[in-house]
C-alpha cells in the first residue's frame, strides 16, 4: 500500500486495524511529533466513520501536517493529499467575513452600514420592531432572516442555480423577519448569500474577484476556485450521499459564493491557516485584529440555533463561531461546512498559533460529529494551558 509507514503497525494503528485502510499518506512536516499526531488521529477518525476519503491538516508554530486516508472517488482509488480539491461548504462564510473585514479597513463599507443601502436590489427591506438589517447582523447570523432562500429545486448537476437574484428579492418581499436583527441568532446562508452581494456592490467588481485580491493572492491560495478548471476533475474529491452514493461535481452559481461556494485543496488551506495564526506579524496585523474578535456575544440574545454544532457558541465573529477557553482548551474560533456530499471543519486558536482542518468525502453525521471532537481535542493537545 502507498504510503505505509511502520510504528506499531500501520499509520501508528496494530496491523489489524492497519489492514481495514485502502491506503494513507504521511504527513508532510518537519515536525515529527506533530507528524505522529496527525496520522494518528486521522487514522482513528478515517476507520472509526468507516469512510471512502478524509484529509487531515494541523498547522502548528508555522510547521505543517497533511495527512490523507482512502480514496479521492469511488474507482481510481487515489489516496488525498495536499493537493487534492474539494468542497469546504459553509467553512467559505470566514473567507467572506474576512473580505469584510479588509473592505471595512479600506473604507469601502462600514459593519453599522444598513442592508438596505449596501445591497442594490430593487426592494425594500422588511424591518423587524424598528430594527433594519445590518451587515454586522449579515455576518454573525443575527440579521433575523431563515435559513435558505425560498427556491424551486435545481438538477443533479446545478441544484444551487435556481438560488437567484430574483429568487431572492421575492422572498425579501415577502417573508418576514423572523427576530429583530442583532436579537437572536439563527443559522442563514440567505443571509450571506446577501453579504456576498453586498459586498460586491460596496467594492464595485464581483465577490470572486473581490476575495482573489483581499484573501487569495495575499495567502498564496492558487487552487482556490469556485469551479472546477479544466484538469481540476482529475484531483477532486467526489463527495457522497447519506445513502453512500457518490454526488455529482455541481456548478457554483455567484449566488453561494460568498455562503458555500469555494473548492480549495489542505495545501491551500495549510497556507491560509499559517497567515492567521502570525497574528503579531507587522503586515495585515489591523486586518487580523478585526477578523477574530467577537461581535455578538449569546449572553442576551433571545434564541440561539444552528450554531452548536461543533461545541456550544459562545461569541460570534465574522463568519467565525468563537468558542471561550474552558479547562485546558484555548479560546477556538471555528467554522463546520457541508455540501454536495462533503463535511469540513476548521478551528484555530490564535492565542496558541495552533489550527486544525479535516474534510470527508461523505454525509455522515456519526462520522463528522465523532472527527469534530478529535479536531478540538487536537487543539487542546497541541496548545497546552
Request: aromatic fraction near 8%; hydrophobic fraction near 45%.
Amino acid at each position: 500500500m502507498l504510503g505505509l509507514r511502520k510504528w506499531i503497525g500501520v499509520c501508528g494503528l496494530p496491523a489489524a486495524l492497519a489492514l481495514q485502510i485502502v491506503s494513507c499518506a504521511p504527513a508532510a512536516a518537519e515536525d515529527k511529533l506533530l507528524n505522529e499526531v496527525v496520522n494518528f488521529a486521522g487514522t482513528l477518525s478515517f476507520l472509526a466513520g468507516k469512510l471512502p476519503g478524509f484529509i487531515l491538516v494541523a498547522v502548528r508554530d508555522s510547521e505543517t501536517a497533511i495527512a490523507g486516508f482512502g480514496s479521492t472517488a469511488d474507482l481510481d482509488g487515489k489516496t488525498p493529499d495536499g493537493d487534492t480539491m474539494f468542497r469546504i461548504g459553509s467553512v467559505s462564510k470566514v473567507f467572506c467575513g474576512e473580505t469584510l473585514a479588509s473592505m471595512v479597513l479600506d473604507g469601502k463599507l462600514h459593519f453599522a452600514d444598513r442592508l438596505q443601502d449596501r445591497l442594490g436590489y430593487d426592494v425594500t427591506l422588511l424591518e423587524k420592531d424598528g430594527r433594519p438589517i445590518r451587515i454586522i447582523d449579515l455576518v454573525t447570523q443575527s440579521s433575523g432572516l431563515q435559513r435558505e432562500v425560498p427556491r424551486a429545486d435545481g438538477p443533479a448537476d446545478d441544484p444551487f442555480g435556481t438560488n437567484t437574484r430574483d429568487a431572492q428579492i421575492a422572498a425579501l418581499k415577502t417573508e418576514p423577519l423572523l427576530f429583530p436583527p442583532g436579537t437572536a441568532a439563527l443559522y442563514s446562508n440567505f443571509g450571506f448569500d446577501l453579504l456576498g452581494a453586498a459586498l460586491a456592490k460596496s467594492g464595485g467588481k464581483p465577490y470572486a474577484d473581490l476575495l482573489r485580491e483581499r484573501v487569495l493572492d495575499p495567502a498564496g491560495m492558487k487552487d482556490t476556485v469556485f469551479n472546477l478548471r479544466p484538469g481540476d476533475e482529475l484531483r477532486f474529491m467526489r463527495g457522497h450521499d447519506f445513502d453512500g452514493s457518490q454526488m455529482a461535481i455541481a456548478k457554483t452559481p455567484i449566488s453561494i459564493e460568498c455562503a458555500g461556494g469555494m473548492i480549495t485543496t489542505a495545501n491551500d488551506m495549510a497556507r491560509w491557516m499559517k497567515w492567521h495564526l502570525d497574528r503579531l506579524a507587522a503586515t495585515d496585523h489591523d486586518l487580523r485584529l478585526l477578523d477574530h474578535a467577537a461581535y455578538l456575544y449569546r449572553d442576551g440574545l433571545s434564541v440561539v440555533s444552528g450554531l452548536d454544532d461543533a461545541g456550544p457558541m459562545d461569541a460570534m465573529g465574522l463568519g467565525w463561531v468563537i468558542n471561550m477557553p474552558a479547562g485546558n482548551r484555548p479560546l477556538i474560533l471555528q467554522k463546520t461546512g457541508g455540501l454536495q456530499g462533503s463535511f469540513a471543519y476548521l478551528a484555530i486558536a490564535p492565542t496558541r498559533g495552533v489550527g486544525v482542518f479535516f474534510v470527508m468525502n461523505a454525509f455522515n453525521i456519526p462520522a463528522f460529529t465523532a472527527a469534530v471532537a478529535t479536531a478540538n481535542g487536537l487543539i487542546t493537545q497541541l496548545a497546552p494551558r
